[in-house]
Each structure stands twice: as structure tokens, then as C-alpha cells.
């Protein structure tokens, strides 16, 4: 036992932890996100940003009950009120990376972007899902009406009926992660009043976001 556990001493570090949720501390709570390994572009842009400080301080800028909260926007941090947000950006975008598994399930961490033939995503604008639970009838009509005739898989619309969500945004917006705990929180500032474009009356700030690592031998 000892000799392994000098062994074990000797190891790197990056073998034992790696990078896959993200605490975010707000001023109404902590919601903590696990990211997807599938969509690696935005994982690692994501983690670089939170690493960089880049969201510290910034604001939930739009905020729409049963849809989502939206955060990120850099020019955001020290705005005055009534200021019309959601421009700031980092100066580059990232190319979707859609994948079937991953829909906008309630709680869902997805990227915002500008509307640009390639689906890029910007490169530091994201929003949690809160979303609404739909019957089927509500669904086919979303079929034939905003998603113009995109069927939803059986599976996700099971999900969609019991969970909740906003499905025209699947495959069109890339989805990278997911809450884990916290959706109360993300209930909580979905609820709060709001002005004409969306921004809380009163501010929603994001205090930091760190990276939580996860240990794989223990």
C-alpha cells in the first residue's frame, strides 16, 4: 500500500482532475453546469473564459419566463440601468457543433448568436433553458409552424411532455451542457420583473463562475 500511494504521489495532477462543470455564483444563487465532451469547441471556449474571469460581474441581460435567462454580454458589467444589452461580444464566433443527443431540454446550457447562415456561436453569449412543458397538439404545431416542418424525435417529444423545454431552437442553436443543480435559481431570476427588452429591472449579476474539477480515482 505504501508503494502505491508513492506512486500515486509522483502522478500529474491533470490525470486525477479534469475540467467539467462550472460553478456559477449569481446574486439571486449558485448554478453549477456540466459541460459536453461532444461539443469540444464550446466546452474549451467556455472553460477558457471562466478561467480568464470574463463572465465575473456580468449580468443575466435577458430574461424571459417559461423560455430562458441569457448572460455573458461583457459591456454588460457596468452598464446603467435601462441600457439596451446583448451586443457585446469577444471578437471572434465558434462553429456550431450540433448534436441529435443534446436538445433544449429544461435546464439545457446553450450558445447565443447573431443570425448568420452558419449557426456560429458567439463566442462568449450563452442561455439556460427554464422552457414549458407541451402537449402533443402543441407540438405539432410547432411542427408545421416555427420549425417549417422539422419533426421532433419521438423521444425528445416524450421529454418535452414531461420535462419541458423550448424545441424550435434544436438545431439551431448549439447545445453544450446542462444544469446539474441549481434550477431553482434559474426558476427564480426567470420570475423576476423585467423591462421592455427583456433586462431585470433589478440586476441579475453573475459575482464569478470557477471551474469545479472532477477527481477520477476517488
Known amino acids: 500500500m505504501r508503494s502505491l500511494f508513492l506512486c500515486l504521489l509522483f502522478i500529474p495532477v491533470a490525470l486525477f482532475a479534469r475540467p467539467k462543470r462550472v460553478k456559477i455564483t449569481t446574486t439571486a444563487g449558485v448554478i453549477v453546469v456540466e459541460l459536453y465532451d461532444q461539443t469540444p469547441k464550446h466546452r474549451d471556449n467556455f472553460l477558457k473564459l471562466v478561467r480568464k474571469h470574463v463572465y465575473d460581474s456580468a449580468l443575466f441581460h435577458r430574461v424571459i419566463p417559461h423560455f430562458m435567462i441569457q448572460g455573458g454580454d461583457p459591456t454588460s458589467k457596468h452598464a446603467a ?18 448534436d441529435t443527443a443534446f436538445f433544449h431540454v429544461r435546464g439545457t446550457l446553450a450558445a447565443a448568436r447573431d443570425d448568420n447562415p452558419a449557426k456560429a456561436s458567439s463566442g462568449c453569449q450563452f442561455y439556460i433553458v427554464q422552457g414549458k412543458k407541451y402537449t402533443d397538439a402543441e407540438l405539432d404545431a410547432l411542427e408545421k409552424g416555427r420549425m417549417h416542418g422539422q419533426q421532433i424525435p419521438w423521444s425528445h417529444r416524450q421529454v418535452y411532455k414531461t420535462e419541458g423545454g423550448t424545441p424550435w431552437l434544436d438545431r439551431n442553436y448549439t447545445v ?16 423576476v420583473k ?8 433589478s440586476d441579475v449579476r453573475i459575482l464569478k463562475m470557477r471551474v469545479i474539477r472532477k477527481f477520477l480515482f476517488f
Open 81 to 98: 440601468p435601462g441600457t439596451l444589452l446583448g451586443n457585446g461580444d469577444v471578437g471572434y464566433t465558434i462553429p456550431a457543433e450540433f
Open 194 to 201: 423585467t423591462d421592455g427588452n427583456n433586462r431585470p429591472v
Open 176 to 191: 453544450f451542457g446542462r444544469v446539474v443543480s441549481g434550477m431553482d435559481v434559474v426558476d427564480n431570476i426567470a420570475s
